[in-house]
């Protein structure tokens, strides 16, 4: 079963725009969420988990458990912020379920 | 942060033989490592999961007989591709989990099988 939904494969922006990659879950337990970021041509790095409660590069990301999403915000895109982004669940046996992905395109 | 390396970054071979790709974790132990399989433009599937010292376990629809896993130490997991197929070709991505659950993933292993 689908626990990760990404409903939007692509996002373009302007640069200067807010910019907000939706993230919905569905987990019987006490979730912990990741977003991961793929910039063109490099690794999968972590850029934040909810348990941090941190901004990372300006993103911030708030789990909402009523609604059971963790959606990923940045009030000011910019273009270095063009990659692949991808939200994920860690299940009890340490186990990542990822979602399909969001390609970000920053246009200048 | 932690670096982990997979070796070789890209392999072609011919049908029918087997290729190992080598997973490490540089500057920390691991031991559990992860493998995955991602397609173009797609999101990441889990292969299996790689225990040092045990048996890797598999995730659902994944052959264990063709994707043969070992972890021999707390910084190597190798995976073996074993009679590898056009449709195995693929980009396989290895992670190895550190202190507070977090993983750290790989550059990837661009396969092409002929």
């Known amino acids: 079963a689908q626990r990760v939904t990404q409903p939007e494969k692509l996002l373009s922006v302007f640069k200067g725009a807010p910019v907000e990659l939706k993230c919905n879950y569905s987990y019987s337990g006490s979730p912990e969420l990741f977003w991961y970021v793929q910039y063109s041509r490099q690794r999968l790095q972590l850029l934040l988990r909810h348990i941090s409660r941190e901004s990372i590069k300006g993103f911030t990301a708030d789990l909402n458990k009523g609604e059971t999403s963790f959606h990923l915000k940045k009030p000011f895109a910019q273009e270095e912020d063009s990659a692949m982004y991808y939200c994920a669940l860690i299940e009890n046996d340490y186990k990542l379920s990822f979602g399909a992905g969001t390609t970000v395109t920053v246009r200048a | 942060g932690a670096v982990v390396s997979q070796h070789p970054s890209w392999v072609i071979c011919k049908s029918g033989t087997s290729v190992k790709i080598e997973c490490r974790s540089l500057d920390f132990q691991a031991t559990t490592m992860f493998w995955y399989r991602q397609f173009p433009k797609q999101s990441l599937m889990l292969m299996a999961t790689?225990?040092?010292?045990?048996?890797?376990?598999?995730e659902q629809g994944v052959e264990k007989d063709k994707f043969l896993i070992n972890h021999a130490s707390l910084t190597l997991s190798t995976l073996t591709v074993t009679s590898a197929h056009p449709e195995d070709s693929s980009f396989y991505i290895c992670?190895?989990?550190?202190?507070?659950?977090?993983?750290?993933f790989g550059p990837g292993t661009r396969l092409t099988v002929l």
């Open positions: 790689s225990n040092e010292g045990s048996k890797a376990t598999y």
């Open positions: 992670s190895a989990q550190a202190p507070h659950n977090e993983q750290f």
